[in-house]
T-cell receptor
Framework: GQNIDQPTEMTATEGAIVQINCTYQTSGFNGLFWYQQHAGEAPTFLSYNVLDGLEEKGRFSSFLSRSKGYSYLLLKELQMKDSASYLCAGLDSNYQLIWGAGTKLIIKP | GAVVSQHPSWVICKSGTSVKIECRSLDFQATTMFWYRQFPKQSLMLMATSNEGSKATYEQGVEKDKFLINHASLTLSTLTVTSAHPEDSSFYIC???????????FGPGTRLTVL
């Protein structure tokens, strides 16, 4: 079956760095997405990886290892507004997104 | 670019009535649109996938006669919740996908409350 695993909740301090891990099992693979979702709002796109390696975009970076079925989202210089749920989603061979349950990130001052 | 709108943002209705939710891609043509439902503190659950001009593909466990989806054009898809019941109360989110792009662009969501 297809599955996306990520931690349920993480806590970090303002100004620090946090890494949110995601492991995936999909039928075929056409990439890995990270989305941010604030409470009561729709998800917004953060990153897309289809090749191995690290993609950096400002304070956010995303890493992919296809051989390990593993990805992480790295958030630097955390701000209070980064408190949100972070959704990992794998794109399968049918180009359907398989969603993880999301990681709720709590930022403390 | 790649803006998706949803209307209405929130709706309260009586049990037994029908509610229509519109999803529009404002600045691009969406070959595929997706409808999701999200209950509080849970992940997105895909309800159906619709391609312009063809019937929607529903996920297992989603009643196609209850959740009517119409994808009439490359910029508009509608979801009609027929004979709504309180258990249908949820956050409904659409997303749109451009041809040859993998990314899905999400609408702002519609919060449905059925009394």
């Amino acid at each position: 079956g297809q599955n996306i695993d990520q931690p349920t909740e993480m806590t970090a301090t303002e100004g620090a760095i946090v890494q949110i891990n995601c492991t995936y099992q999909t039928s075929g693979f056409n990439g890995l997405f990270w989305y941010q979702q604030h409470a009561g709002e729709a998800p917004t796109f953060l990153s897309y990886n289809v090749l191995d390696g690290l993609e950096e975009k400002g304070r956010f970076s995303s890493f992919l290892s296809r051989s390990k079925g593993y990805s992480y989202l790295l958030l630097k210089e955390l701000q209070m507004k980064d408190s949100a749920s972070y959704l990992c989603a794998g794109l399968d061979s049918n180009y359907q997104l398989i969603w993880g349950a999301g990681t709720k990130l709590i930022i403390k001052p | 670019g790649a803006v998706v709108s949803q209307h209405p943002s929130w709706v309260i209705c009586k049990s037994g009535t029908s509610v229509k939710i519109e999803c529009r891609s404002l600045d691009f043509q969406a070959t595929t649109m997706f409808w999701y439902r999200q209950f509080p503190k849970q992940s997105l659950m895909l309800m159906a996938t619709s391609n312009e001009g063809s019937k929607a593909t529903y996920e297992q466990g989603v009643e196609k006669d209850k959740f009517l989806i119409n994808h009439a054009s490359l910029t508009l898809s509608t979801l009609t919740v027929t004979s709504a019941h309180p258990e249908d109360s949820s956050f409904y989110i659409c997303s749109a996908q451009r041809e040859r792009y993998n990314e899905q662009f999400f609408g702002p969501g519609t919060r449905l409350t059925v009394l």
